[in-house]
Protein backbone atom coordinates (compact mmCIF):
# COMPACT_ATOMS: atom_id res chain seq x y z
CA UNK A 1 0.00 0.00 0.00
CA UNK A 2 1.01 3.64 -0.65
CA UNK A 3 0.37 6.82 1.48
CA UNK A 4 0.60 9.69 1.36
CA UNK A 5 1.11 11.83 4.91
CA UNK A 6 0.55 15.29 5.26
CA UNK A 7 1.39 18.09 7.80
CA UNK A 8 1.58 21.53 8.39
CA UNK A 9 -1.71 23.16 8.23
CA UNK A 10 -3.74 25.05 10.24
CA UNK A 11 -4.77 28.68 11.49
CA UNK A 12 -2.75 31.73 10.23
CA UNK A 13 -3.59 35.61 9.80
CA UNK A 14 -3.91 37.62 6.32
CA UNK A 15 -0.14 38.16 5.29
CA UNK A 16 1.51 35.24 7.28
CA UNK A 17 3.23 32.07 5.94
CA UNK A 18 2.95 28.60 6.03
CA UNK A 19 5.00 25.04 5.03
CA UNK A 20 2.93 22.15 4.13
CA UNK A 21 4.72 18.98 3.98
CA UNK A 22 3.86 15.52 2.20
CA UNK A 23 5.61 12.10 1.88
CA UNK A 24 4.90 9.09 0.51
CA UNK A 25 5.73 5.73 1.98
CA UNK A 26 5.20 2.32 0.72
CA UNK A 27 6.32 -0.23 -2.20
CA UNK A 28 7.27 2.87 -4.58
CA UNK A 29 9.57 2.14 -7.54
CA UNK A 30 9.30 5.88 -8.46
CA UNK A 31 7.63 8.95 -8.23
CA UNK A 32 6.70 10.97 -11.14
CA UNK A 33 4.53 14.43 -10.87
CA UNK A 34 3.59 15.33 -7.13
CA UNK A 35 1.39 18.51 -6.24
CA UNK A 36 -1.21 20.45 -4.24
CA UNK A 37 -4.23 20.73 -4.34
CA UNK A 38 -6.82 22.42 -2.85
CA UNK A 39 -10.80 22.45 -1.76
CA UNK A 40 -12.37 25.40 -0.58
CA UNK A 41 -16.11 24.67 0.54
CA UNK A 42 -18.95 24.49 -1.82
CA UNK A 43 -16.08 25.09 -4.18
CA UNK A 44 -14.53 22.17 -7.16
CA UNK A 45 -11.09 20.80 -6.32
CA UNK A 46 -8.40 23.06 -8.10
CA UNK A 47 -4.67 23.03 -8.66
CA UNK A 48 -2.35 25.10 -6.70
CA UNK A 49 1.07 24.03 -8.02
CA UNK A 50 2.38 20.68 -9.60
CA UNK A 51 6.37 19.70 -9.59
CA UNK A 52 7.74 16.60 -11.83
CA UNK A 53 10.51 14.69 -11.16
CA UNK A 54 13.07 17.35 -12.55
CA UNK A 55 11.37 19.99 -10.83
CA UNK A 56 9.55 21.66 -13.51
CA UNK A 57 6.72 23.48 -12.01
CA UNK A 58 3.35 24.86 -12.40
CA UNK A 59 1.49 27.65 -10.18
CA UNK A 60 -2.34 28.49 -10.63
CA UNK A 61 -2.21 32.14 -11.11
CA UNK A 62 -3.55 33.18 -7.99
CA UNK A 63 -0.69 31.87 -5.88
CA UNK A 64 2.17 32.80 -8.23
CA UNK A 65 4.53 35.31 -6.65
CA UNK A 66 3.42 34.17 -3.17
CA UNK A 67 3.48 30.05 -3.23
CA UNK A 68 6.86 28.13 -3.77
CA UNK A 69 6.54 23.94 -4.52
CA UNK A 70 9.37 22.08 -4.26
CA UNK A 71 10.79 18.35 -3.59
CA UNK A 72 12.86 16.30 -2.04
CA UNK A 73 13.36 12.84 -4.14
CA UNK A 74 15.47 11.49 -1.81
CA UNK A 75 12.48 11.48 0.69
CA UNK A 76 9.53 10.92 -2.07
CA UNK A 77 8.59 14.60 0.01
CA UNK A 78 6.56 17.34 -1.79
CA UNK A 79 6.66 20.93 0.03
CA UNK A 80 4.39 23.83 -1.00
CA UNK A 81 5.79 27.14 1.06
CA UNK A 82 2.54 29.56 1.00
CA UNK A 83 3.63 33.61 1.78
CA UNK A 84 1.38 36.45 1.42
CA UNK A 85 -1.61 34.04 2.87
CA UNK A 86 -5.02 35.97 1.81
CA UNK A 87 -8.56 34.89 3.34
CA UNK A 88 -9.14 32.96 -0.26
CA UNK A 89 -6.31 30.46 0.49
CA UNK A 90 -8.50 29.21 2.90
CA UNK A 91 -9.14 25.20 2.07
CA UNK A 92 -8.50 22.07 2.74
CA UNK A 93 -4.99 21.25 0.48
CA UNK A 94 -4.68 17.70 -0.47
CA UNK A 95 -1.04 16.16 -1.69
CA UNK A 96 -1.06 14.39 -4.47
CA UNK A 97 1.35 11.99 -6.41
CA UNK A 98 1.72 9.67 -9.59
CA UNK A 99 3.48 6.74 -7.95
CA UNK A 100 5.30 3.88 -9.96
CA UNK A 101 4.70 0.40 -8.71
CA UNK A 102 5.32 -2.50 -10.74
CA UNK A 103 6.08 -0.52 -14.06
CA UNK A 104 2.24 1.04 -13.44
CA UNK A 105 1.86 4.82 -12.58
CA UNK A 106 -1.17 4.78 -10.18
CA UNK A 107 -2.35 8.45 -8.82
CA UNK A 108 -2.73 8.61 -5.10
CA UNK A 109 -4.14 11.77 -2.75
CA UNK A 110 -3.51 12.57 0.89
CA UNK A 111 -5.96 12.81 3.21
CA UNK A 112 -6.03 16.95 3.01
CA UNK A 113 -5.13 19.21 5.94
CA UNK A 114 -7.29 22.22 7.23
CA UNK A 115 -5.56 25.90 6.00
CA UNK A 116 -7.25 28.79 7.84
CA UNK A 117 -6.37 32.15 6.73
CA UNK A 118 -7.99 34.94 9.08
CA UNK A 119 -8.91 38.33 7.97
Known amino acids: QVQLLESGGGLVQAGGSLRLSCAAS????????MGWYRQAPGKQRELVAR???????KYVDSVKGRFTISRDNAKKSVYLQMGSLKPEDTAVYYC?????????????WGQGTQVTVSS
Open 96 to 108: YAEVVRDRFQYAY
Open 26 to 33: GVISSVND
Open 51 to 57: ITSIGST
